[in-house]
């Protein structure tokens, strides 16, 4: 949700929580905040990047011309319902580009909550995603580099979400969404349940723990033995999935904000255990705000130990693969309604085979209207 979403929330709140601790305040003619709300954000930008495949073998680099936008919509919760829809869409041309001219992305999500009663909740979640983008996904593929992706994804979850104590609560969701790809890579389908243990305290600051489970069928990929070797049958995934999340506010007016996220992955083929692995996650993002300035920076880690499936067909040495990207972004307010932002991206992939291996710099600046 963008900032006049959050904004107008916590208004709302924080109006809601005065009338019950300040006595006489319920008599006073507060001012009334609208049950709808909308936000539009318009963010165009220029900037450069210096590997558009994502290739050590193939380099190729271009300035590139941006443009994005937000749509927000909410109903305030002043019952036991409420809703937000929020769409997104960014399209970037490289001038310069030869393989790659253009990238797109676009993402729409839906959410309904209900209030059951005061210790429980249901919530309803359905998702678009569009991406016309080149991405690694070569942890899951049988092409071991990056690949110019497109595809279009749905996603539906539906949660139910109790509280145990005043800051000690409990969630259950179940995930179903199908994904068409572009050639060469298959579509495929996946569902699976997901359970998270949390406990609320401070400054609105939470930590907590989850576990998924996650079945992914195939559409037309065929399973393989150990060393590669053609099974026949179609492939199936199978996942499994423990992550922890701590997220602090250090000070009472949230102008620092941390996160720290610690996880581990399994998976597993129905075929010889061509594409088993363990996966190993970190994460860490710091925000400060202070007006009229926000900063913001991020970092993550993947590391994959590939059970047996080898380098190569003349390097039976086991793959590993790590990945890590750095993100950094300022934002200053110029105006009520505009301001102005730079973010620098830094992506990298090592590995034991070199057709894994590459980096990437992108750098850009750019103007942030909202309406």
Known sequence: MRKAGGLAIMLWVARVEAQDVLPGLEGLALPELPVWGRSIDIR??????????????NREA???????????????????????????GDYTYYPEGEEVQDESFAFVSGQYMRDLNDDWKVAGLLQYVFVDQVLDVSATEPVFEAQLVQSHTLI?????????????WVEVELAASGSDYRSPLDDYLEAGPRLELGQDYGHRSSVSVAYRYLERWYDTRVRLGPQG????????????????????????????????????QRNEDNGGGFYNYDRVQASLQLRWQSQPWTLRGSARLYYYDFNSQPVSATDPSIREKTTWTLRLRGERKLGEQWGVFAEYEFEQSVSNRETDEYSVNKVGAGVDWEF
């Not at 165009?44 to 073998?57: E, F, Q, R, T």
């Not at 271009?62 to 936008?69: D, E, F, R, V």
């Open 44 to 57: 165009p930008s220029v900037g450069y990047k210096d590997n558009l495949l994502l290739s050590d073998l």
């Open 62 to 88: 271009s300035y590139y011309l941006s443009t994005g936008a937000d749509l927000a919509v909410w109903r305030l919760p002043v019952d036991e319902h409420y809703f937000q829809l929020f769409a997104s």
């Open 229 to 264: 070797q053609y099974l026949g049958g179609s492939l199936r995934f199978m996942q499994q999935e423990v992550e922890g999340h701590w997220r602090h506010y250090f000070d009472p007016d949230r102008r620092w904000q941390g996160e720290v996220g610690l996880g581990y």
């Open 156 to 168: 539906a979850k539906p949660s139910l979400k109790g509280y145990f104590q005043p800051k000690t």
